[in-house]
């Protein structure tokens, strides 16, 4: 039976190889990298050794600030691929009310995750780099999804798709976890 990759909590270090290997191609220091994404440089220190674990904000900061999809800082390259539930990687908010699981990635196209609002939570989702699109349906619960000013309540099984380039916030108002499905889409990388 093949090994898990993310088996032994080589996850850190999974994403601290990716994210050395982006900013050393784009000829980027760290100190530039922590500037232009607005993180302390001893923090992006830590995540390129793989040491501690970085939060889902600091994490998509990363991300858009190399301008790659969150999955390529967490890509292993294999033909075959089972997102099984007890061997994901959780990338949480810093509160711990929104815990997103990486599931899979097209090469820069799209990436599939899993998600877990908590009950009277809300996480405000910073906007994704230009182009991108969201596609988010709740798989149990509700949920209330705010996009430029407007809030949108959804069911169990409903989905919505916006652009994902601007600010968005998802509100669990109710007292049970709403789990969501949701496709990060990249057209414009």
């Not at 301008?67 to 509160?95: F, G, H, Y």
């Not at 069911?155 to 496709?183: C, E, M, Q, W």
Request: proline share 3%; net charge positive.
């Amino acid at each position: 039976m093949k090994k898990n990759p993310w088996e032994d909590g080589d996850a850190g270090k999974r994403i601290g190889a990716n994210l050395r290997q982006f900013r050393t191609n784009r000829g980027m220091s760290m100190e530039q990298l922590a500037k232009k994404i607005g993180i302390s440089k001893l923090t992006l220190m830590n995540v390129e050794r793989g040491e501690g674990n970085p939060t889902l904000s600091v994490i998509w900061k990363i991300a858009n600030g190399l301008n790659i999809p969150v999955s390529t800082l967490l890509s292993i390259e294999s033909d075959v691929s089972i997102a099984r539930k007890e061997d994901s990687i959780k990338l949480a908010s810093s509160d711990k009310g929104f815990v997103a699981e990486p599931l899979f990635q097209s090469h820069g196209l799209y990436e599939l995750y899993r998600g877990y609002l908590q009950p009277n939570t809300e996480y405000l989702s910073a906007a994704h780099q230009f182009g991108v699109n969201e596609y988010v349906t709740v798989m149990a619960g509700s949920l209330n999804v705010s996009v430029g000013g407007e809030t949108y309540r959804l069911h169990t099984y409903d989905s919505i798709k916006f652009k994902g380039d601007l600010d968005h916030k998802y509100i669990n108002p109710t007292r049970t976890v709403a789990i969501l499905h949701f496709v990060i889409a990249y057209h414009s990388m």
